[in-house]
């Protein structure tokens, strides 16, 4: 007898697959989401938010994974940033709080994790800042239990777009938060950490905060790699690395100050020594490891020769002016 044919599973108008997203959402229907009362832990912390001043406005599960979430409003001074965001911008506080005053209303309620006897959030710190400048006494957030989801929501950020330095920082922020409680390895942290070289150069951004990361990223991003070690290792690893980039960018502003005496002016001094000591571009293959290349352009830029640099060489390099 013939075997029957395997019916494929017939895909839901408006869905499309993703690479590399491997979710397989809830069957839950809207009806199906309310949930009565909060239970076990949840209950405990629905307790904690009662007790302190706060109020627990609903509790629901979410479509996706069917986790169950509160809505809460808590007393503003209780909310505090995760310590390993970024700084907040000024010009992005004043167009919220020119929003809000607009509008009279507050629609985008806050992420919120418990801490100790307040609570983090990891995505909404430009938001809290506009409310405490408005003087608002409380603020309405959805209470997640699970602390590592912090993490992964603050990686998935998009309330104001980073830079690349402001990226690297909240990196390593995260990084060694992370480092003081988790024995996980760094590899198992590719969502919150985005790039290896974002690790590397939030490290070297430790050190030296007027690097200029733009100019050296293009490279070690391609040798870079996810550390197969414990977090807390892994962090002596990202320091020896960082150190190795530090090493280069001294090279790299000898090479630069030797220009200058030269004669030669240009915004794009840095960029252009990079890319000339750079020796990725003529290699086909094999890519070397972020030690031989970072070796290797250190020792080029330390042996540039100034006399041989000439303004047309300059001229045709262009790139983004140096830092």
């Known amino acids: ?14 869905t499309k697959k993703r690479r590399g997203v491997k979710l397989e959402p809830t069957e839950l229907t809207a009806t199906e989401l309310a949930v009565a009362a909060p239970e076990g832990e949840l209950a405990l912390l629905a307790e904690k938010v009662t007790s302190e001043g706060g109020a627990v406005l609903a509790t629901y599960k979410e479509p996706l994974g069917g986790h169950t979430l509160m809505l809460v409003a808590v007393p503003v001074e209780q909310v505090a940033p995760t310590p390993f965001q ?11 709080t020119v929003a809000m005053d607009k509008t009279k209303r507050f629609l985008d309620p806050l992420i919120l994790v418990r801490h100790d006897s307040g609570y983090h959030t990891p995505n ?37 777009a980073h830079n ?54 293009p490279a070690i991003r391609k040798v870079d790699e996810w550390l ?21 960018d001294d090279a790299v502003g000898e090479a630069v100050k030797g220009l200058k005496e030269a004669g030669l002016t240009s915004p794009y001094l840095k960029a252009f020594v990079v890319a000339r000591v750079n020796p990725l571009r003529f290699i086909k293959g094999e890519l070397p490891s972020y030690d031989e290349l970072l070796a290797t352009m250190t020792k080029r830029a330390r ?19 140096d830092d």
Do not use: C, W
Request: proline share 4%.
């Open 1 to 14: 007898m013939a075997a029957k044919k395997k019916t494929a599973k017939k895909k839901k108008a408006g």
């Open 86 to 96: 970024r700084d907040v911008s000024d010009a992005h506080v004043r167009k919220l």
């Open 124 to 160: 909404g710190n430009h938001r809290l800042t506009a409310l405490k400048e408005l003087g608002a006494k409380s603020v309405l957030g959805l209470l997640v239990p699970e602390r590592e989801v912090a993490y992964q929501i603050l990686a998935l950020n998009i309330e104001k």
């Open 164 to 217: 690349l330095r402001e990226r690297a920082i909240e990196v390593v922020r995260m990084y060694r938060d992370l480092a003081g409680f988790s024995t996980q390895k760094e590899s198992e942290y590719q969502l919150e950490f985005d790039e290896p070289s974002l690790a590397t150069l939030g490290f070297a951004y430790e050190q030296r905060g007027r690097l200029s990361g733009g100019a050296y990223n």
């Open 228 to 248: 197969d070690l414990p977090l807390p290792k892994a962090v002596v690893e990202r320091e020896r690395r960082a150190r190795l980039l530090l090493e280069l």
């Open 303 to 321: 042996g540039l020769d100034a006399a041989k640099i000439k303004p047309q060489d300059l001229a045709k390099s262009g790139g983004a002016p």
